[in-house]
């Protein structure tokens, strides 16, 4: 595949009539108004998944978050928690309650990147290609389904992304762009507040600023400067609540993020860094990997690139190698960078624009039809369990039994007080049992919102109790006894195993013991 054919002499950046009529050799490339359906049919296809798929642990914790609001919380900023409380407040306590604001951030974070794109480059199949490679993106449709802190992350990040390319449109007003700087900073800052990676952005942009003399031209004006302290004004109360709170969380995330493992050899980076490539692919898509690495390199060979390609250009870069550095020390998740896809993506749509045909056009459609596939694949995955439980995925496992679990405690709790094995289970028991009664996660090593609830109580307060575990192949028949003993001498473990379509999803022990 060749990615470093010379700039068309008839490009289409100056035909954009001829460019829309081109476009309709291939069904792939949509009009504005066909873009408009496709993001209307996305939301509401991310809507009936959240409303039919049950919530995964960690979106059953931010719920817990949700009923506890704070300034922030020892894991994350707080965003994600206001955003819940605002879906549920809307639709009740069940999965669609809690999902359906991230249906519209997902659309929405397209939506102003295709139309910020439109103003850049005037290409009717780059335009198409930017907005449909999204919409139909498995990477979009996990945002836009499932409620964790990526989601408001993303979605301000492009915001703020959208405010810096406009900066550098043609025929921008210095008043409009001071505003726009405004808006820029303001726009991180409540990345922030939704993930602390979000930084990356911020500093993206100025590198990009740095890199030329336009950007250092824009620097000793007064205006990226009021951005920053908007971005600070934005984020001061997570700070705060840092502040007061032995600034656990940032140390928990920086513990998390960067810092070693245990076992740190040249061959566990290779791994961690073979992990985390393989990652990308299942994250983007292996075409869509491929080609925006291919173009990443493309743009950095060239010369003279104008502000806004230098934007999305650091943009995209700086979060890949960021978390490529820190999985050569510890492993990564493979959504940390998800970020660098979005002007990754604008970066091709311009790379596409000129020389919409041949090669380029060839791959954009292969791009667009793999992530079409990939889309099905994720939203059926009962579909592969049912071919064979040797195609289950863990990922897709959590999206199953939990209410079932929660059916199975209710029926054997008889008045025993329920306690979790960890706040994964703690959280799923608390939104799936009747009324949503608070469990309360026995003690781990890991700092969560339980451990600044008030009125926790110990196991010793009741005379019966009831603990759910996740249960491994090791576990000795005595793995409570450090929680039981002394006081309770009645002990009995029931093992609950779920099954969905023939494969193990999960092991369950859950433990009856009384005084």
Known sequence: MSLTQPTSAHSPLATPAAAMRRGRESRLWLSPRGVAILVVITLLLRWLFSAIRQLVPDEAYYWVWSRHLAMSYPDHPPMIAYLIRLGTAAAGHRELGVRWPMGLLAVGMVAILAVVFGRLCRDGRAASFVAVSLLLSPMIAVLGSIATPDTPACFFQAAALACALLIFAPGGASLRRGWLWLGFG????????????????????????????????HLRTPWPWLGALAAAAAFSPVILWNAHHQWESFRFQLQHGLNNDDEFSPWASAINL????????????????????????????????????????????????????????????????????????????????????????????VAVKVALIGLIVIHLPEALMWMTPRLGNPQWDRLFGWKELAQKVESLRGGSAVFAGDYEY????????????????????????????????GLQAFDRVLIVRRRHEEDAPDVVRRWLEPAFTHVQTIDFDQTKLGRVIRKNAITLASQ
């Open 186 to 217: 303001l726009l991180c800052g409540l990345a922030l507040d939704s993930k602390y990676t979000s930084v990356l952005l911020g500093v993206a942009v100025l590198l990009a600023l740095l890199w030329s003399a336009e950007g250092r031209r």
């Open 274 to 365: 073979g992990d985390y490539v393989g990652s990308q692919f299942m994250v983007a898509t292996p075409v869509l990997f491929c080609l925006a690495v291919a173009v990443l390199a493309v743009y950095w060979r060239r010369r003279g690139l104008p502000m806004h390609q230098r934007i999305l250009l650091l943009t995209g870069t700086l979060p890949l190698v960021f978390f490529a550095a820190a999985a050569i020390h510890k492993k990564s998740n493979g959504n940390w960078p998800i970020f660098a896809y979005l002007p990754t993506t604008l970066l091709i749509g311009h790379y596409l624009a000129e020389k919409p045909e041949g090669q380029r056009q060839f791959w954009a459609e």
């Open 426 to 457: 703690a959280s799923e028991l608390s939104f799936y049992m009747p009324n949503h009664p608070l469990i309360w996660p026995l003690p781990n090593n890991r700092p969560t919102l339980f451990d600044d609830l008030p009125g926790q109580v």
